[in-house]
């Protein structure tokens, strides 16, 4: 039986979108069947409207991706969380769809699955690894079994980070993430499958 992973992601100017579908096809490429998901806005209109883009991504990206909801994470054999850096933590939008997780937490539903994280920022060093060392302790409290990238694909020593992929696209010189960064998020996926298939067989 295949392996089931799911990617749930937010973003408002597409650079972890463009992270979440790598991390996706290196998944799919792996065998496993993927479920990608987008974690609603829960801002204010207002917010929304303050840079150039926002609202039409997020519209856009609100008709091409469900929402992720509980019965995804029983699904998953592997969740991959993905968000802008903000303030050097993970985005709110992001945290909010986790919050809703309590339930699958109570029971024990996540247990021994695989769970991994990746992140956008603006600059190279505006805080994708402290966002994704903070988000290994939401991975722990729901017992998800945390999957690194360590160096185990060669371009991790050119981008990304050895705790997940990540890319800084400021919006204005860099509008999209490089090639580097979505080699290493293909290798996050597919490591993070093959891990979630392992964890899959001993569980059961
Ligand atoms: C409120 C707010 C806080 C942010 N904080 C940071 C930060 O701490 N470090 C950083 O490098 N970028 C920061 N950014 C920029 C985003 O992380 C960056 O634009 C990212 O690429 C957005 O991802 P997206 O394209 O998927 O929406 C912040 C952006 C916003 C709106």
């Excluded at 929402?67 to 909010?96: H, M, N, Q």
């Excluded at 994280?117 to 603006?122: G, N, P, Q, R």
């Amino acid at each position: 039986m295949a392996t089931n992973l799911l990617i749930v992601f937010y973003s408002r100017n597409g650079s972890t979108e463009a992270l979440a579908n790598a991390v996706a096809d290196g998944a799919r490429a792996a065998g496993a069947e993927v479920r990608v998901r987008r974690a609603r806005d829960t801002v204010s209109a207002d917010v929304m409207a303050m840079a150039p883009g926002w609202a039409e991504n997020s519209a856009r990206m609100q008709a091409e991706y469900e929402a992720p909801t509980t019965a995804d994470c029983e699904w998953a054999d592997g969740i991959v969380f993905g968000a802008p850096t903000r303030f050097g933590i993970v985005a709110s939008e992001l945290k909010s769809f986790i919050d809703g997780l309590g339930g699958l937490w109570f029971g024990g539903k996540l247990l021994g699955k695989a769970g991994a994280v990746f992140s956008a920022t603006a600059t190279t060093h505006g805080g994708a690894e402290t966002t994704i060392l903070s988000m290994y302790s939401v991975l722990a409290h729901l017992g998800l079994i945390i999957v690194p990238n360590g160096y185990g694909d060669p371009m991790t020593f050119q981008a990304g980070t050895p705790y997940g992929a990540h890319t800084a696209v400021d919006g204005q010189h860099v509008k999209a993430p490089h090639d580097n960064d979505l080699a290493v998020a293909r290798y996050q996926g597919k490591r993070v499958a093959d891990v979630a298939g392992a964890l899959k067989t001993l569980r059961g």
